[in-house]
Nanobody, 128 residues
């Protein structure tokens, strides 16, 4: 079992930056590929980005955030990060991290049903 807790959300002006963190419990964090999703009011939850269990250059992003958002992880700290730059009002949403147990190092997951554990979410609001 993995428990996830997001932090770092808040209110920021358009063009600004935020870094979200997702801390995981347990001793097997490095066995999980990690992902970030978001849900805006009145919309379905959508994929933002994902990173393999080993991290490094194995990451993948939605087109809407590519070039602005970066995922990284520190397996020694059981934490995954989402660095968000050049924020836009349309990035306003509740952001969730998720964990998917995988066997291979370079696997990334991009759909909700592939993830086993979810955090409670953190609100990001971007003002214009």
């Amino acid at each position: 079992q993995v428990q996830l807790a997001e932090s770092g959300g808040g209110l920021v002006q358009a063009g600004g930056s935020l870094r979200l963190s997702c801390a995981a419990s347990g001793r097997t964090f490095s066995s999980y590929a990690m992902g970030w999703f978001r849900q805006a009011p009145g919309k379905e939850r959508e994929f933002v980005g994902a990173i393999s269990r080993s991290g490094g250059s194995t990451d993948y992003y939605a087109d809407s955030v590519k070039g602005r958002f970066t995922i990284s992880r520190d397996n020694a700290k059981n934490t995954v990060y989402l660095q968000m730059n050049s924020l836009k009002p349309e990035d306003t949403a509740v952001y969730y991290c998720a964990a998917s147990r995988v066997l291979q190092n370079k696997v990334v997951r991009t759909t909700e049903y592939e993830y086993d554990y979810w955090g409670q979410g953190t609100q990001v609001t971007v003002s214009s």
